[in-house]
Protein backbone atom coordinates (compact mmCIF):
# COMPACT_ATOMS: atom_id res chain seq x y z
CA UNK A 1 0.00 0.00 0.00
CA UNK A 2 1.18 3.59 -0.92
CA UNK A 3 0.56 6.31 1.52
CA UNK A 4 0.14 10.13 1.04
CA UNK A 5 -0.01 12.54 3.94
CA UNK A 6 -1.12 15.72 3.10
CA UNK A 7 -2.81 18.97 5.24
CA UNK A 8 0.29 20.54 6.97
CA UNK A 9 0.58 24.12 7.16
CA UNK A 10 1.62 26.76 9.56
CA UNK A 11 -0.83 27.78 11.82
CA UNK A 12 -1.28 30.10 15.10
CA UNK A 13 -1.11 28.23 18.74
CA UNK A 14 -4.62 27.31 20.19
CA UNK A 15 -6.10 26.82 15.90
CA UNK A 16 -6.23 24.03 14.60
CA UNK A 17 -5.31 21.13 11.28
CA UNK A 18 -6.54 18.49 9.57
CA UNK A 19 -4.04 15.78 8.01
CA UNK A 20 -4.63 13.89 6.12
CA UNK A 21 -3.57 10.13 4.90
CA UNK A 22 -4.78 8.27 1.46
CA UNK A 23 -4.11 4.98 0.85
CA UNK A 24 -3.55 3.42 -2.80
CA UNK A 25 -3.18 0.03 -3.92
CA UNK A 26 -4.61 -2.19 -1.76
CA UNK A 27 -8.19 -2.48 0.09
CA UNK A 28 -7.40 -0.18 3.26
CA UNK A 29 -9.66 -1.56 5.69
CA UNK A 30 -7.02 -4.15 5.76
CA UNK A 31 -5.00 -2.13 7.65
CA UNK A 32 -4.66 -0.28 11.10
CA UNK A 33 -3.13 2.61 10.98
CA UNK A 34 -0.99 5.71 12.73
CA UNK A 35 0.48 8.71 12.93
CA UNK A 36 3.49 9.38 14.38
CA UNK A 37 5.86 13.02 14.34
CA UNK A 38 9.18 13.91 14.76
CA UNK A 39 10.49 17.39 15.81
CA UNK A 40 13.98 18.94 14.79
CA UNK A 41 16.62 17.16 16.44
CA UNK A 42 14.15 15.09 18.29
CA UNK A 43 13.53 11.33 17.77
CA UNK A 44 9.95 9.73 16.32
CA UNK A 45 7.18 9.44 18.62
CA UNK A 46 3.84 8.24 18.63
CA UNK A 47 0.65 10.31 17.90
CA UNK A 48 -2.13 7.92 17.78
CA UNK A 49 -3.17 4.81 16.16
CA UNK A 50 -6.89 3.20 14.61
CA UNK A 51 -7.56 -0.26 14.25
CA UNK A 52 -8.54 -1.67 10.99
CA UNK A 53 -12.38 -0.82 11.69
CA UNK A 54 -12.05 2.12 13.81
CA UNK A 55 -13.86 1.00 16.81
CA UNK A 56 -10.67 1.51 18.82
CA UNK A 57 -8.01 4.33 18.93
CA UNK A 58 -4.99 5.02 20.87
CA UNK A 59 -3.54 8.30 21.45
CA UNK A 60 -0.33 9.94 22.80
CA UNK A 61 -0.69 11.61 26.62
CA UNK A 62 0.76 14.47 24.93
CA UNK A 63 -2.31 14.90 22.77
CA UNK A 64 -5.08 13.66 24.17
CA UNK A 65 -8.39 15.31 24.30
CA UNK A 66 -6.70 17.87 21.52
CA UNK A 67 -5.77 15.61 18.26
CA UNK A 68 -8.73 12.68 17.23
CA UNK A 69 -7.67 10.13 14.82
CA UNK A 70 -10.63 8.57 12.54
CA UNK A 71 -10.87 6.86 9.33
CA UNK A 72 -12.97 6.41 6.30
CA UNK A 73 -12.50 3.11 4.82
CA UNK A 74 -14.82 4.09 1.99
CA UNK A 75 -12.00 6.80 1.11
CA UNK A 76 -9.60 4.98 1.40
CA UNK A 77 -8.26 7.36 4.43
CA UNK A 78 -7.57 8.17 7.85
CA UNK A 79 -7.43 11.61 9.19
CA UNK A 80 -5.73 13.20 12.09
CA UNK A 81 -8.16 15.77 13.52
CA UNK A 82 -5.54 18.54 15.57
CA UNK A 83 -7.55 20.83 17.86
CA UNK A 84 -5.76 23.63 20.38
CA UNK A 85 -2.34 23.29 18.55
CA UNK A 86 0.78 24.45 20.68
CA UNK A 87 3.95 25.20 19.52
CA UNK A 88 5.50 21.99 21.11
CA UNK A 89 3.73 19.84 18.37
CA UNK A 90 5.57 21.37 15.71
CA UNK A 91 7.14 18.45 13.93
CA UNK A 92 6.61 16.53 10.45
CA UNK A 93 3.95 14.25 10.91
CA UNK A 94 3.61 10.93 9.25
CA UNK A 95 1.04 8.33 9.01
CA UNK A 96 1.90 4.37 8.79
CA UNK A 97 0.19 1.25 8.09
CA UNK A 98 0.18 -2.55 9.03
CA UNK A 99 -1.54 -5.27 7.83
CA UNK A 100 -1.68 -6.55 11.27
CA UNK A 101 -3.87 -6.81 13.55
CA UNK A 102 -2.99 -6.08 16.98
CA UNK A 103 -5.11 -4.52 20.12
CA UNK A 104 -4.61 -1.22 19.56
CA UNK A 105 -2.58 -0.56 22.52
CA UNK A 106 -0.03 -2.49 20.70
CA UNK A 107 0.09 0.15 17.44
CA UNK A 108 2.48 2.93 19.53
CA UNK A 109 5.64 1.15 18.50
CA UNK A 110 7.28 2.85 15.00
CA UNK A 111 8.53 -1.03 14.24
CA UNK A 112 4.93 -2.46 14.26
CA UNK A 113 4.50 -0.63 10.85
CA UNK A 114 5.41 -2.11 7.33
CA UNK A 115 4.21 0.66 5.45
CA UNK A 116 5.05 4.63 5.77
CA UNK A 117 3.96 8.09 4.01
CA UNK A 118 6.12 10.83 3.08
CA UNK A 119 5.44 13.33 6.05
CA UNK A 120 3.39 16.71 5.91
CA UNK A 121 5.15 19.39 8.04
CA UNK A 122 3.08 20.98 10.80
CA UNK A 123 4.91 25.04 12.47
CA UNK A 124 2.75 26.04 15.32
CA UNK A 125 3.77 29.52 15.73
CA UNK A 126 3.17 31.37 19.35
Known amino acids: VQLQASGGGLVQAGGSLRLSCAASGRTFSNYAAGWFRQAPGKEREFVGA????????DYADSVKGRFTISRDNAKNTVYLQMNSLKPEDTAVYYC????????????????????WGQGTLVTVSS
Open 50 to 57: INRIAYST
Open 96 to 115: AATRSNPIVGNLRRSGAYEY
